[in-house]
């Protein structure tokens, strides 16, 4: 049974630093595809930053050069560093897998191409 636990949320003051992980269970060794999102209330979920699976990473425009995207095979993990967080980022964060297959090219942020999603952690940002 594939399971995605998300942990690292909190409370923060504008310009802080969180760092989210992932810990992925019951996919195999193959590589695929894993992702963040956020939903903010009253918004849709957006796509923040995503690992494909050959190792490149995409960003959305509104969080390049703040959020890192990076993944621990060994440990099944994957992990987002958000740094100089703003009110804006406050939101529910979930983490997903698109397996077996991955995504398609440059759908690396859409939400539709994922098919595993963790149960999300809260990032509140205060101004």
């Known amino acids: 049974q594939v399971q995605l636990v998300e942990s690292g949320g909190g409370s923060v003051q504008a310009g802080g630093s969180l760092r989210l992980a992932c810990v992925a269970s019951?996919?195999?060794?193959?590589?695929?595809?894993m992702g963040w999102f956020r939903q903010a209330p009253g918004k849709e979920r957006e796509g923040v930053a995503a690992v494909d699976r050959d190792g490149s990473t995409r960003y959305a425009d509104s969080v390049k050069g703040r959020f890192t995207v990076s993944q621990d095979n060994a440990k099944n993990t994957l992990y987002l560093e958000m740094n100089d967080l703003k009110f804006e980022d406050t939101a529910i964060y979930y983490c997903?897998?698109?397996?077996?297959?991955?995504?398609?090219?440059?759908?690396?942020?859409?939400?539709?191409?994922?098919?595993?999603w963790g149960q999300g952690t809260q990032v509140t940002v205060s101004s």
């Open positions: 019951g996919l195999t060794a193959q590589r695929y595809s």
């Open positions: 997903a897998a698109a397996w077996p297959w991955g995504v398609r090219r440059g759908f690396q942020l859409a939400a539709e191409d994922y098919n595993y």
